[in-house]
């Protein structure tokens, strides 16, 4: 018999326990140990629970308790689940964990202590819910130099977006449907600036490439400024608008990472990932695409991730599982305006003005988008590829031209 302790009482933390109770044997014979849930902690009672006598509001006694070998910390935020976290590992106990902000930012030291302790730090549930992408990447794709990964990490985002396309809804009405629906929180900042996508995105590139990828200085841009009239020229250019968290390696050895709407085209594999669905493609040299597609977040997906990993600790308790990254380095990232792509674009201009001429003028062969109810004196076009800093410095010379640009959203390669 195993025990494990529980930190954190919310959505994921009642789906582990649900799991953890009604699999019991199932999960006995995959892990060979009966699981034991011994304490829950979490700040708040249940009174009522069928798991009650297992609640506690110490986090000591789950320290001190060698009996508790393996921990799950489903309690969200920083702190205190970073402290707690480490001290579980410097206890030598292996900790699971769906939290992304905490790999995200602390990822690898706590891979350090773990490998220090000769325990398992495991986080599959950190990005992409139930869907299986950090176990494939570190193992079964580990014969391959990841070329680029790239997805839709967000699940909120893709449903707004998803209603704005299929039922030309506004960004604010789709957004409101996704919190009355439970999707997006009351304050949903998190979500719709991309910032929960960037986490993400950085543990896939530490995991990639094997250093830390802070998302702090990682450019990051929502969804918030996505308008139904781009909905409409990316589905006149033959495409969708999609929130995207992408990081490629480059020829010198740094890496190109952002997360940003992207048009792709609608023959993208993911250009078909929609609603509250994510999807990941990771491109190796050997496997070429391989995508992943499923539920990025709720209950019992994400549940389902976390307790595949306890089971996974409980098998590699004498033998670590092999998941390490090394510190960031400093030069190591791509500074976001020598990033290179080819931008959409929307203006508006005074009447009369030739705007094809004036986009030519500034950006060289543009391709124009017409669609059927474009707005007077509006246009839209694609640039050819240049630097961002490249495209900004153009931009500046067609906007004294007397050109306003409304917006401009990457085109993907997707
Ligand atoms: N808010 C996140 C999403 C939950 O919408 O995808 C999972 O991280």
């Not at 582990?16 to 995959?30: D, F, G, M, W």
């Not at 920083?78 to 900790?95: M, W």
């Not at 969708?240 to 085209?265: E, N, Q, T």
């Not at 705007?355 to 062969?365: D, L, R, Y």
Request: net charge negative; aromatic share 8%; with cysteine.
């Amino acid at each position: 018999m195993v025990s494990v302790a529980i930190m954190g009482y919310g959505v994921v933390g009642s789906g582990v326990a649900e799991i953890i109770v009604t699999h019991r044997e199932s999960l006995a014979k995959r892990a060979k140990e009966e699981i034991d849930i011994k304490y829950i902690l979490d700040i708040r009672d249940f009174p009522g629970n069928p798991l009650e006598e297992k609640f506690i509001k110490d986090f000591n006694i789950i320290l001190n308790d060698d009996d508790v070998r393996v921990v799950v910390e489903v309690m969200g935020g920083l702190h205190p689940a970073y402290d707690f976290v480490k001290q579980c590992l410097e206890r030598g106990k292996s900790v699971v964990t769906s939290n992304k902000e905490l790999v995200a930012a602390k990822g690898a030291e706590l891979l350090r202590i773990a490998q220090d302790k000769n325990v398992n730090f495991l986080f599959e549930a950190s990005v992409g819910g139930g869907i299986p992408i950090i176990r494939p990447m570190s193992q079964c794709l580990a014969a391959n130099d990841v070329v680029e990964v790239a997805g839709i990490l967000n699940g909120t985002t893709n449903f707004i977006l998803t209603k704005m396309i299929r039922d030309q809804m506004s960004f604010e009405d789709a957004l409101k449907l996704a919190q009355s629906l439970g999707y997006a929180e009351k304050d949903p900042t998190a979500d719709v600036e991309g910032l929960d996508a960037v986490r993400k995105i950085c543990i896939l590139a530490s995991l990639a490439y094997g250093k830390h990828v802070y998302p702090d200085n990682i450019h990051t841009e929502g969804i918030t400024k996505i308008t139904l009239a781009d909905v409409s020229y990316a589905a006149a250019w033959g495409g969708v608008i999609k929130l995207i968290g992408s990081v490629k390696k480059l020829g010198d050895g740094r890496i190109d990472i952002f997360v940003a709407p992207m048009v792709l085209p609608n023959g993208s594999q993911l250009a078909g990932v929609d609603d509250v669905f994510n999807g990941i493609m990771v491109r190796g040299d050997s496997t070429g695409d391989v995508v992943f597609y499923g539920k990025g977040a709720g209950k019992m997906p994400t549940a389902s991730a976390v307790v595949a990993d306890v089971i996974d600790c409980i098998k590699h308790f004498k033998a670590r599982k092999y998941l390490f990254w090394a510190d960031g380095e400093d030069g190591y990232v791509l500074p976001y305006e020598e990033s290179v792509c080819s931008m959409y674009v929307r203006a508006s201009y005074s009447g009369g003005a030739d705007i094809k001429a004036e986009a030519e003028k500034a950006f060289g062969g543009v391709k124009m988008i017409a669609r059927a109810s474009s707005g007077e004196n509006e246009a839209a076009f694609v640039t050819p590829e240049m630097t961002v800093k490249e495209f900004d410095e153009r931009a500046k010379s067609l906007e004294k031209a007397g050109v306003k640009i409304e917006s401009r959203i990457r085109m993907g390669d997707l």
